[in-house]
């Protein structure tokens, strides 16, 4: 029996242009600024995000980290929603390293952040007593609210108050080809009005390694520094960069065939009694469903899938996460719905 991966878009591997564009490679010593492949990958992205600069980092978490260090000082406040990746799932380093305190605010539908909300959270001036709030953190396409999309809109509704307040705003972006290719508007709407952003060539768009943070000059030339002190100073990194590099221009617009198959995944799902998930909500590559009660906590659900040859996650103790990607197909979807169904009837 064939396993179906569905436990994250990570998985997903290198296509044979991206081993072809590594293999050949131009190269040099990228702490010098040397490498070719880096700085034109380093371009690509910042004019894809609308920014000056670019920096390649090691990973999602290396982006988010280096921007935090960037913008804040130590006892400083960051806001964000109490669902982020930033919270969740980076070893608390914004605390460890970077010294800041995280301030949470409701994640609502979708990930969304209520303005009201936002603005009670960001601290008033001159109080000793109070942290400054330096920076605001959104993130785009949301991960732990089922992939939920911000539009230009609503980052521009919570980028203004955050500036009126005289802090930053990084958006953690790891998915925001997803958020693009789902709205159908250029990712550079969607940075448009943050003062940075990352996004993950390691996800959806199969590359094997690699983020990119874009902002202004003077920011990544700030952050560069920071870079280097968390160890992301990588020398003859163009081997990944060139890999990056066919990912924008050819991983992109395919993202349309992962939200449509999660599509069909969320609507066989709601069709499974025992299952609880509203397909209108899901509006790119992950879906996260509910289980009833009665079915026992989501563990149980994630044992018998295993035996089936499904793998999904757990965001929490009566819920799944499944993330569709470039190694599912529509058969494999169909296949998999069978296969919790017969999982589910194991369970009664
Ligand atoms: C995956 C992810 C990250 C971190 O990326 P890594 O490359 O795994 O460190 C950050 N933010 C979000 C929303 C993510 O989904």
């Known amino acids: 029996m064939d396993v179906i991966d569905l436990r994250s878009d990570t998985i997903t591997k290198p296509t044979g242009e991206m081993r072809r564009a590594m293999a050949e490679a131009e190269v040099g010593d990228d702490v010098f600024g040397e490498d070719p492949s880096i700085n034109r990958l380093q371009e690509r992205a910042a004019e894809l995000m609308g920014k000056e600069a670019g920096l390649l980092t090691a990973s999602g978490t290396m982006g988010n980290l280096v921007a935090v260090l960037t913008h804040t000082q130590r006892g400083d406040e960051i806001v ?46 001159g109080n000793i007593h109070f942290p400054p709030t330096s920076l605001v953190c959104l993130e785009n396409t949301h991960n732990r609210c089922s992939g939920g999309v911000l539009t230009p809109q609503d ?5 203004d108050i955050a500036h009126a307040a005289g802090a930053k705003v990084h958006l953690d972006g790891a998915r925001i080809f997803n958020a693009a290719v789902s709205l159908e508007v ?13 996004f993950c060539l390691s996800k959806a768009l199969s590359c094997p390694v690699g983020s990119v943070l874009c902002g ?34 050819s991983m992109v617009d395919r993202l349309a065939d992962d939200h449509a198959n999660a599509q069909r995944l969320a609507q066989g799902l709601a069709n499974i009694q025992g299952l609880d998930v509203d397909p209108e909500s899901i ?24 035996r089936q040859g499904v793998k999904v996650s757990s965001p929490g103790p009566y819920s799944i996460r499944m993330v569709t990607h470039r190694h599912i197909t529509g058969a494999d979807v169909d296949e998999a719905l069978g296969r919790v169904s017969t999982a589910v009837k194991e369970l009664r």
């Open 216 to 249: 202004s000059r003077e920011f990544i030339d700030d952050a560069l520094r920071w870079r280097k002190m968390v160890g992301g100073g990588m020398r003859q990194a163009g081997i990944l960069a060139a890999a990056g590099l066919v990912a924008l221009d």
């Open 283 to 306: 509006q790119t590559n992950i879906v996260i469903f509910d289980v009833d009660h009665e079915l026992g906590p989501s563990a149980n659900l994630i044992a018998a899938l295993d």
């Open 80 to 125: 964000m929603g109490d669902q982020a990746h930033i919270f969740w799932n980076e070893s608390a380093g914004v605390s460890a390293l970077a010294g800041a305190q995280s301030r949470l605010v409701p994640n609502g539908f979708q990930g969304k952040i209520d303005p009201v909300e936002l603005k009670a959270a960001i601290r008033p001036p």
């Open 186 to 198: 250029p990712a550079s709407e969607l940075a448009k009005d943050v003062d940075d952003v990352s």
């Open 155 to 159: 980052t521009k509704e919570i980028a």
